[in-house]
Each structure stands twice: as structure tokens, then as C-alpha cells.
């Protein structure tokens, strides 16, 4: 991997990949809509020689073309909210195809768990049914089966898998994003689902860490691949530890199907989480497998590191104005 474009470079995977990217000395291009914030972003990782800045609409394939120029790989972490995922998320990514199968260029396509549906085994591989009972799930299956579909003769994909996420870049696309952002800015905070099962949570620097690893290899391509998190926490331990890490102690309030449905009158994106609460219920738990045997140890910073990291990052950095 010589040089790589990332769409979808300010959303919370996106800005954590291009990061990760750049440390590594590679060539990147960050592509997004704003250029404001993809000079903000570019100025928060210290306006690096090896990263450019391209604007433009992932939903065009000749703007990606444009902006990809000399690229090898393409990170495909755009994304849509909630409550337009039915309609625009394949459209979103066969736009990101064609580019990429004009380009002839690898993609890496950033997605979570939701096309496993509800959890068969204890450590979920890649190769666990995928059995989705949910509309938003159903969508993500139909994405999977598009980006490897036959007619992108040329563009070689992998699907790299994140169970829910966290980090200084997480925004509200995150469940966990907007939580730690209200602790950090000393207000009152919710937390979605119940906040005393465990859950499977990654950070997101570790997250871009493995995602480049997988995407420097040769024998990755045509797969699903699991990126683990550092094990399983409940969230009165995630509050306990971000409310040490900021001083403050606002309340969180755990809001289930009636706080979120009556929360989505107001707010369409919180209606459309009630049909994925099952996952704070009955959590899945990613096999780290076929990882390990393949490419290596996975990178696993503990809860206590990754949250107080976040914390004092978010305190320190308005990160909501940059993503």
C-alpha cells in the first residue's frame, strides 16, 4: 500500500484511519464533503506533508475518481444515518464501487455486526450464519452481498467487522460517542441499552491499527474479517471510569425502547435504535480467531487506557467541531 484514499475521512472511523495512515508514512488522501473540517482534521494531526485534502460527494463515482488519483486502496468509511440507511447506504456504496472498479484499486469497506442477527455461538467467526431479523440488518447483508458481487471485475474488496466503538474521533454514529462527549464536557449524559449487561466495545485507534494491518497484506482480499475490542465492560464501569478521567459526576441515564421512542418524536435517528437493542440485551462477542492466525496479535488497549485517553483528548480537543 503505497498511497490510499480514505472517504468518509471526518466520520469517527474514517478520521481514526486516516491517522493510523498516515503515521504509517503512506500517502493519503482524506475525501469528504466539507473542506473546513477536512482542514480541521488535517491541522489536528499536525498538517502532515504525506496527507491531502480532497471535497467532494461519495454519492458521484467521478469524484472519487478525481480525488483517488495513484491510490492502491480505498477506505470506504462513509456512512448514512439510522433513518436513511434503507434508502441510501446501497447506493452509497455502489457509487464507491464503480469508482473503485474504474480505479481498479482494492477497498476495504468499514461495517459492524448487525448481518450476523442474533448470536449462534459464543465467539462469533466470520463464517457465523448470518441470519438478520432486523430491517437495518437485512440492509447491511444486501450491502455485503453488493460490494462482492461479480460485476467489479476489477476492484478487489475486504469487510472489515466492528463490534460498537469508541474514541476520541467517535461521534454520534457511535452508541457510546455521544456518551463520552457529554461526560467530557461535564453534562448530563445518556447511555443506550441497559447498563448492566457487558458489551464488546473497540477503540478506535486499535481499530485502525488492525484495519491497516489487514489492508497491507496480500492475502486478505475477498473476505469478512473481525476487528475485536479489548474484551467485554458494562456501562456502569465505562461511566465509573470516564467520570474519574473528567472530574465530573452528571448523571447518564440509560435510555431503553420507551426513553428511545419517545426520544425519536423529536429525533428520527433515536426511533430507528429501538429495533437494535437486542445487541445491549444479548450481545455478540467477536471471535478474534481467524485474526490471530492470519495477520497477528490483535491490538487490545484496556478499558481504563482507551476511555481516560478519550476523555482528556475530547477535553482538550473540540473534536465535535472537526468531525
Known sequence: MEKAIVVGATGGTGAAITEELVKRGIHTVAFGRSIQKLEQLKASLGNPQNLTVATGDAFRPNDIVMAAQGADVLFHCANVPYHEMATKLIPLGES??????????????????????????????????????????????????????????????????????????????????????AIAAGKMAFFIGTMRVPREYVYLPDAAFMIAELASKTDTWGENWNIPGAGQISGREIVRIAQKASGSAKPVIPLGRAGLSLLGLAVPVMKEVVEMLYLTEEPLILSRAKYEKRVGKVRATSFEEGITNTIRTLQGTNYSKIL
Open 96 to 181: 464507491v464501487m464503480e469508482a473503485a472498479d474504474q480505479l481498479g484499486v482494492k477497498v476495504v469497506a468499514v461495517d459492524g455486526i448487525y448481518p450476523y442477527g442474533k448470536r449462534q455461538m459464543d465467539r462469533v467467526t466470520e463464517e457465523h450464519p448470518k441470519q438478520p431479523h432486523t430491517k437495518k440488518g437485512k440492509v447491511r447483508l444486501a450491502f455485503e452481498q453488493m460490494l462482492f458481487d461479480s460485476r467489479w471485475s476489477r476492484a478487489k474488496v475486504m469487510i472489515v467487522r466492528l463490534p460498537d466503538y469508541y474514541g476520541p474521533t467517535a461521534n454520534e454514529a457511535s452508541y457510546l460517542g455521544s456518551t463520552l462527549e
